[in-house]
């Protein structure tokens, strides 16, 4: 009985082999092959391309919600590899799409013309500490930075901020991150978290994808700047553990549009 069951099995794959070999190209053996990694290139590109054209809008957004101002900077993980995207070192409001280098995770440049910015190190550090992170914004927003200033600890004090983001503790140390050991002392920092915050200086988001990562960096600034209003009138209280709990996390693709629109209508400008 196996033997027949077995016999049977040759007999449908071969004719199963045969009606594929009618109906597509048999004979190309391994130039269909050739097509479909050419096919599985081509598409790669498109990814790519698309992933460059995004990179661009995250930056335009940042600098009209003046969250960078001339510095800053935002990056994103080309897929299935150990390389970034990320622009020369220009004002991430000039910035185009001709601006992006490849850089791998040491940080050096390997593909493109130019130098980036010397903060890189935030970025790979955290890329070889995170899988889940495929993109990394630098931000020196104002109310973030403020709230360093005053020694006052983040919370996510309205319903996007918790949504979205989450806690972000504050990197006490002064400067920039220039060093490889800097950038790592920083990721092993930052955690699982989104978002941190760097004394005097500015802030870190990460994310799963270009949209979330930028909108996580605005409404970091918006709750710090509700948070430190709150400060001026009274004391803040924040969410519960189970109130937050209630705030489902949220898709990014509403305010992703909406703020996309203001740099359209902006540009149009
Ligand atoms: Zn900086």
């Known amino acids: 009985m196996v033997v027949e069951k077995r016999m049977s ?67 994103a993980r080309i897929p299935n590899s150990d390389r970034i995207f990320i622009t020369t070192a220009k004002s991430p ?38 899988d889940d992170v495929n993109a990394i914004a630098h931000t020196h927003s104002d109310y973030a930075v403020a709230l ?13 901020a918790v949504q ?10 002064i400067g920039t991150i220039i060093t490889s050991e800097l950038g790592e002392q920083v990721a092993e920092f930052l955690g699982t978290d989104n978002a941190l915050l760097l004394r005097m200086h500015g802030a870190v988001i990460v994310g799963p994808t270009v949209e979330l990562t930028t909108i996580r960096a605005i409404f970091l600034e918006r709750a710090a700047k509700l948070q430190l209003l709150a400060t001026t009138v009274g004391k803040p209280v924040p969410f519960t553990a189970e109130e937050s709990s209630r ?11 909406y703020y996309s629109s203001k740099v359209s209508q902006g540009l149009a400008q």
């Open 9 to 75: 099995s040759v007999w449908v794959t071969s004719i199963a082999l045969l009606l594929l070999c009618l109906t597509a190209q048999c004979g190309q053996g391994a130039g269909g092959a050739q097509l479909q990694e050419q096919e599985g290139t081509t598409s790669e590109l498109e990814e790519e391309t698309a992933l460059k054209e995004k990179l661009i809008l995250g930056n335009r957004i940042l600098d009209l919600q003046e969250l960078v101002t001339p510095y800053g900077h935002i990056s």
């Open 164 to 173: 979205y983001l989450g806690p972000a503790k504050t990197w006490d140390r």
């Open 247 to 257: 705030l489902q996390p949220a898709n990014p693709s509403r305010p992703w549009q």
């Open 148 to 160: 360093t200033v005053a020694d006052i600890p983040f919370q996510p004090a309205m319903n996007q």
């Open 93 to 130: 409001g000039l910035v185009t799409v001709e601006d992006i280098l490849v850089v791998n995770l040491d940080g050096e440049v390997v593909e493109g013309e130019g130098i980036t910015y010397s903060e890189i190190h935030m970025h790979t550090g955290i890329y070889k500490a995170r």
